[in-house]
C-alpha cells in the first residue's frame, strides 16, 4: 500500500485548488473585470489562494478523519455558494455583493420577481467542485486516511499561507497604491485582494462602523447643535430666493486648481473661456477643498451635506447607510429632479450606494453614455462628447432639475489624444505638471462648448450654474516644476495656498464679481440653497452662505489646516499671508480650538450616524421652553 505522507493535506490541497481554478474561472467568465497588464492578471489569478489556504488549513486542526472531511466538504459548500450569490448578483445588479446591501432589502425586491429568469439550471456548474469532492470521497476515502502530523508541518503550511497574504497584498500594492485605505472600488478590490478576501474587508468595516453607531445615543447633538448655532451667520437677504425656481447645474472639475485660472504657459492662457466666464459670473478667489483620501467622492460628499470628509478612507465607502439631509434630498423635498451625471462605473467610490442615501432621483452612468474607443483617453470618456451628450439626457429631463455632472478627463496622469492638445506643454522635468497644463487647457474647452450647447438648447437662461475644483491635481511631489512655474518656493504656506480651487457661480440676469471672502466647500451647500430660497438655519451644518456680509474668512483644511483673514496655520506654524513667513503663534492660536473641535463635531455626525436622532427644531423648543 502506498504511504501518503501528508495524510489529509491532500484532501486539503485538492480542495483548494479545485475551488481556486474554479473562482479564477468564475472571475473571467462571469464578472466583467477589467484587466490592464499582465502584472494584474497574475493578482487576479493569485488572489483567491491565500483565503482558501487558511480555511481548508483548519482541517489540519482535526483530529478525527470524518469531523475533517466533513468541514472541508461543507466550507467548499458555503464559499461556492457565496461566490455564486455574487455571480447572480452581478447579473442583476453588476456590481459585487457588500454587507450593507444585503441589508438593504429594497434592492431584493426587484430580485426576487425575476430570480427565476437569473437563475439558471447550468448554473450547477458553479459547484462542480464540490460535487468531484463529495465523490472523492465517497469512493476513494482512503486517499485521505488520517494520520497524526506535527506542530511543525502545521507551522510549516500557514506560513506559506501568510507568506502568500503579503506577497500579493505587495503586489497590490504597487498595482494601486493604498488600496486599503482608501477602498476605491468594489471592482478594483476584488481585482486585487480576490473576492472572497474583499468579503473579509467589508465585514471589518462594516462591524467597526455598526460599533461606533451602536454606542452613539444622539446626546452627543446637543453639543453640536449649539456650536452650529453659535456659529450661524444670518445669509445675505439680497441674494436669498434669487434664483428659486431654476435648475440647478452643477459641475464638478477634475482635479481643477485655481492657479492655471488668468495665467499663462509659454505666453498662451491655460483658460481663456472660464477667465471670460469669471467676468459675468461670481467669482470665489479664496475658495479652497476640504478633502482627504476619497478625493472626489470627498467633494461630493461636502458639496452635498456640509460636513467634512473623514480623515481615513472615504465616507462614500464608510459610511453610506448613515442618515443624511443632503440638498439633494432637501431640493427633491421641492419638486425638483435630481441627478448625477459621470460617464464611469457606477460603483466607483461606491457612488451607486451613496447616490440613493444622498436621495438622487437618478445617476447617469456609464451604460448612459455612448463610450468608444476613439471618444475615450486616459480614466475614460472625453470631456467633452460627455458634456454633450449630458445635455442631450438634460432636455429630457422634467424641470426644474438638479444635476451634477463630474469630469474626468483632467485626471491624474494627465493624457491627452494629440487632436485634443490645445496648447504646448510645460517645460520642466517633471511630465506630470508640463501636462497639466494642457488637460486644463482642455477641460476649459469642453466647459466652453458645454455652455454653447446649453444656450443652443433654450437651458442657460433657467438655470444656475456652479462649478467648482474637486480637489488638487498635482500634489506635494511635483514641489519642483511647481516652483519652477511659480517662480518661487514651495514652502508650506504656499502648498496650502495652492490648495485653492475655483469657484464660479453663474446667476442669469447677474453681471457677477470677483470676491475674495475666505471659503470652502462646506459653504456650498448652504449658500446654493440660499440662492434657490430655501432656508437652511435648522440643519446641522458647518458652512455658511458665502455671499453674506457676516461670512467669516476662517476655513479649515481636512487634515487641520486652516485659514483666516490674515493668517495660515499649517505645519504647526502660523504663517504671515502678507510676508509668506512663519510668524508668532498667537496669532492662530484663537483659531486653533475651533478647527478641531469643527472637525471632532462632524466625525462624531458621521460616525455616530447622529443625523437619524435629530428632529429640526427640537433643540430650539427646549431653548425656548426654557426662556
Ligand atoms: C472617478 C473620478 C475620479 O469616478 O471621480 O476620482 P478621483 O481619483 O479624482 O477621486
Ligand atoms: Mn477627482
Same mark, same amino acid.
Given at each position: 500500500?502506498k504511504?501518503n505522507?501528508w495524510?489529509?493535506?491532500?484532501?486539503i490541497?485538492?480542495?483548494?485548488?479545485?475551488?481556486?481554478i474554479?473562482?479564477y474561472?468564475v472571475?473571467?467568465t462571469?464578472?466583467d473585470?477589467e484587466?490592464?497588464?499582465?502584472i494584474?492578471?497574475?493578482i487576479?489569478l493569485?488572489?483567491?489562494?491565500?483565503f482558501l489556504?487558511?480555511i $481548508?488549513?483548519l482541517? =489540519? &486542526?482535526?483530529k %478525527?478523519?470524518? +469531523?475533517?472531511?466533513?468541514?472541508?466538504l461543507?466550507?467548499?459548500?458555503i !464559499?461556492?455558494f457565496?461566490?455564486?450569490?455574487?455571480?447572480v448578483?452581478?447579473r442583476?445588479?453588476?456590481?459585487?455583493l457588500?454587507?450593507?446591501?444585503l441589508?438593504?432589502?429594497s434592492?431584493?425586491?426587484d430580485l426576487?420577481?425575476?430570480?427565476?429568469e437569473i437563475?439558471?439550471?447550468?448554473d450547477?456548474?458553479?459547484?462542480?467542485?464540490?460535487i468531484?469532492l463529495?465523490?472523492?470521497?465517497k $469512493?476513494?476515502?482512503? =486517499? &485521505?486516511?488520517? %494520520?497524526?502530523? +506535527?506542530k511543525?508541518n502545521?507551522?510549516a503550511?500557514?506560513?506559506v499561507? !501568510?507568506?502568500l497574504?503579503?506577497?500579493?497584498?505587495?503586489l497590490?500594492?504597487?498595482?494601486?497604491?493604498?488600496l486599503l485605505?482608501r477602498?476605491?472600488?468594489r471592482e478594483?478590490l476584488?481585482?486585487?485582494i480576490?473576492?472572497?478576501?474583499y468579503h473579509l474587508y467589508?465585514?471589518?468595516?462594516?462591524?467597526k462602523s455598526?460599533?461606533?453607531?451602536?454606542?452613539?445615543d444622539?446626546s452627543?447633538l446637543?453639543?453640536?447643535?449649539n456650536y452650529?448655532?453659535?456659529?450661524?451667520?444670518?445669509?445675505?437677504?439680497e441674494m436669498f430666493?434669487?434664483?428659486?425656481?431654476k435648475?440647478l447645474i452643477v459641475?464638478s472639475?477634475?482635479?481643477?486648481?485655481s492657479?492655471?485660472?488668468n495665467n499663462t504657459v509659454?505666453?498662451?492662457?491655460v483658460?481663456?473661456?472660464?477667465?471670460d466666464?469669471i467676468?459675468?459670473s461670481?467669482y470665489f478667489?479664496?475658495?479652497?477643498h476640504?478633502?482627504?483620501?476619497?478625493k472626489?467622492?470627498d467633494?461630493?460628499f461636502?458639496?452635498d451635506n456640509?460636513?467634512?470628509p473623514?480623515?481615513?478612507g472615504?465616507?462614500?465607502f464608510t459610511h453610506?447607510?448613515?442618515?443624511?439631509?443632503s440638498m439633494?434630498?432637501?431640493?427633491?423635498e421641492?419638486?425638483y429632479?435630481?441627478?448625477?451625471?459621470?460617464?464611469?462605473?457606477?460603483?466607483?467610490?461606491?457612488?451607486d450606494i451613496?447616490y440613493?442615501?444622498?436621495?438622487y432621483e437618478?445617476?447617469?452612468?456609464?451604460?448612459?453614455?455612448?463610450v468608444?474607443?476613439?471618444n475615450s483617453v486616459?480614466?475614460?470618456?472625453?470631456d467633452?462628447?460627455f458634456f454633450e451628450?449630458?445635455?442631450r439626457h438634460?432636455?429630457?429631463?422634467?424641470?426644474?432639475f438638479m444635476t451634477?455632472l463630474?469630469?474626468?478627463?483632467n485626471?491624474?496622469p494627465?493624457?491627452?489624444?494629440?487632436e485634443?492638445e490645445?496648447i504646448?506643454?510645460?517645460?520642466?522635468n517633471?511630465g506630470t505638471?508640463?501636462?497639466y497644463?494642457q488637460?486644463?487647457r482642455?477641460?476649459?474647452e469642453?466647459?466652453?462648448?458645454?455652455?454653447?450647447?446649453?444656450?443652443?438648447?433654450g437651458?442657460?437662461?433657467?438655470?444656475?450654474i456652479v462649478?467648482?475644483?474637486?480637489?488638487?491635481?498635482?500634489?506635494?511631489?511635483?514641489n519642483k516644476?511647481?516652483?519652477?512655474?511659480l517662480?518661487k518656493?514651495?514652502t508650506p504656506?504656499?502648498s496650502?495656498q495652492l490648495q485653492r480651487?475655483?469657484?464660479i457661480i453663474?446667476?442669469?440676469?447677474?453681471?457677477?464679481k470677483?470676491l475674495s471672502?475666505v471659503s470652502g466647500q462646506?459653504?456650498?451647500?448652504?449658500t446654493?440653497?440660499?440662492?434657490?430660497?430655501?432656508?437652511?438655519?435648522e440643519n446641522i451644518?458647518?458652512?455658511?452662505?458665502?455671499f453674506?456680509e457676516?461670512h467669516?474668512d476662517f476655513?479649515v483644511l481636512?487634515?487641520g489646516?486652516f485659514?483666516t483673514?490674515?493668517?495660515v496655520y499649517t505645519?504647526?506654524?502660523?504663517?504671515?499671508?502678507?510676508t509668506e513667513q512663519?510668524?508668532d503663534?498667537?496669532y492662530?492660536?484663537?483659531?486653533k480650538?475651533r478647527?478641531?473641535k469643527?472637525l471632532?463635531?462632524s466625525?462624531?455626525?458621521i460616525?455616530?450616524d447622529?443625523?437619524?436622532?435629530?428632529e429640526?427644531?427640537k433643540?430650539?423648543?427646549e431653548?425656548?421652553?426654557?426662556?
Amino acid at each position: 500500500m502506498k504511504v501518503n505522507k501528508w495524510p489529509g493535506v491532500s484532501l486539503i490541497v485538492m480542495a483548494t485548488i479545485l475551488l481556486w481554478i474554479k473562482t479564477y474561472i468564475v472571475y473571467k467568465t462571469s464578472f466583467d473585470i477589467e484587466i490592464d497588464n499582465t502584472i494584474q492578471e497574475f493578482i487576479l489569478l493569485i488572489n483567491p489562494l491565500s483565503f482558501l489556504l487558511f480555511i $481548508f488549513g483548519l482541517g =489540519l &486542526f482535526m483530529k %478525527k478523519d470524518r +469531523s475533517r472531511t466533513r468541514f472541508i466538504l461543507s466550507s467548499s459548500f458555503i !464559499i461556492s455558494f457565496i461566490l455564486y450569490g455574487n455571480v447572480v448578483f452581478y447579473r442583476f445588479f453588476d456590481d459585487f455583493l457588500t454587507l450593507p446591501v444585503l441589508f438593504q432589502t429594497s434592492n431584493f425586491s426587484d430580485l426576487g420577481t425575476s430570480a427565476g429568469e437569473i437563475i439558471e439550471w447550468k448554473d450547477l456548474f458553479y459547484f462542480a467542485d464540490v460535487i468531484i469532492l463529495a465523490l472523492i470521497i465517497k $469512493f476513494k476515502p482512503n =486517499l &485521505f486516511a488520517l %494520520k497524526s502530523y +506535527s506542530k511543525a508541518n502545521r507551522r510549516a503550511y500557514f506560513l506559506v499561507a !501568510i507568506a502568500l497574504v503579503f506577497f500579493n497584498l505587495g503586489l497590490a500594492e504597487t498595482e494601486r497604491p493604498q488600496l486599503l485605505t482608501r477602498t476605491f472600488d468594489r471592482e478594483i478590490l476584488v481585482k486585487n485582494i480576490g473576492t472572497y478576501n474583499y468579503h473579509l474587508y467589508d465585514i471589518f468595516l462594516q462591524s467597526k462602523s455598526s460599533a461606533q453607531r451602536a454606542l452613539a445615543d444622539g446626546s452627543e447633538l446637543a453639543d453640536i447643535d449649539n456650536y452650529v448655532r453659535a456659529t450661524h451667520v444670518q445669509p445675505n437677504k439680497e441674494m436669498f430666493g434669487i434664483a428659486k425656481g431654476k435648475n440647478l447645474i452643477v459641475v464638478s472639475l477634475e482635479s481643477l486648481q485655481s492657479f492655471p485660472i488668468n495665467n499663462t504657459v509659454n505666453g498662451e492662457e491655460v483658460t481663456p473661456f472660464l477667465n471670460d466666464f469669471i467676468g459675468e459670473s461670481y467669482y470665489f478667489e479664496n475658495f479652497y477643498h476640504q478633502t482627504q483620501q476619497g478625493k472626489t467622492s470627498d467633494s461630493e460628499f461636502i458639496f452635498d451635506n456640509s460636513l467634512y470628509p473623514l480623515n481615513r478612507g472615504a465616507v462614500f465607502f464608510t459610511h453610506a447607510g448613515n442618515e443624511y439631509e443632503s440638498m439633494t434630498e432637501t431640493l427633491a423635498e421641492k419638486g425638483y429632479y435630481t441627478a448625477a451625471m459621470h460617464a464611469n462605473n457606477k460603483s466607483f467610490w461606491n457612488r451607486d450606494i451613496m447616490y440613493d442615501s444622498l436621495g438622487y432621483e437618478r445617476f447617469y452612468s456609464l451604460p448612459d453614455y455612448e463610450v468608444t474607443e476613439e471618444n475615450s483617453v486616459n480614466w475614460g470618456m472625453k470631456d467633452i462628447p460627455f458634456f454633450e451628450q449630458s445635455v442631450r439626457h438634460m432636455k429630457e429631463m422634467p424641470q426644474p432639475f438638479m444635476t451634477k455632472l463630474i469630469t474626468l478627463t483632467n485626471h491624474y496622469p494627465f493624457y491627452l489624444d494629440e487632436e485634443d492638445e490645445l496648447i504646448e506643454p510645460y517645460t520642466s522635468n517633471d511630465g506630470t505638471v508640463n501636462r497639466y497644463f494642457q488637460t486644463v487647457r482642455y477641460m476649459d474647452e469642453a466647459i466652453k462648448e458645454f455652455i454653447q450647447d446649453l444656450k443652443d438648447s433654450g437651458i442657460y437662461e433657467d438655470s444656475i450654474i456652479v462649478m467648482y475644483g474637486d480637489h488638487y491635481g498635482i500634489s506635494e511631489n511635483h514641489n519642483k516644476a511647481m516652483s519652477k512655474y511659480l517662480g518661487k518656493e514651495i514652502t508650506p504656506f504656499v502648498s496650502t495656498q495652492l490648495q485653492r480651487v475655483p469657484m464660479i457661480i453663474h446667476i442669469p440676469g447677474q453681471v457677477g464679481k470677483t470676491l475674495s471672502t475666505v471659503s470652502g466647500q462646506i459653504d456650498i451647500k448652504p449658500t446654493i440653497m440660499h440662492l434657490l430660497g430655501i432656508e437652511t438655519k435648522e440643519n446641522i451644518q458647518f458652512g455658511s452662505d458665502m455671499f453674506s456680509e457676516q461670512h467669516e474668512d476662517f476655513i479649515v483644511l481636512r487634515d487641520g489646516s486652516f485659514i483666516t483673514k490674515d493668517y495660515v496655520y499649517t505645519d504647526n506654524k502660523c504663517w504671515d499671508k502678507e510676508t509668506e513667513q512663519t510668524t508668532d503663534m498667537n496669532y492662530c492660536e484663537p483659531y486653533k480650538d475651533r478647527a478641531e473641535k469643527e472637525l471632532q463635531y462632524s466625525d462624531k455626525v458621521i460616525y455616530g450616524d447622529l443625523l437619524r436622532f435629530y428632529e429640526k427644531n427640537k433643540f430650539r423648543d427646549e431653548e425656548r421652553k426654557e426662556e
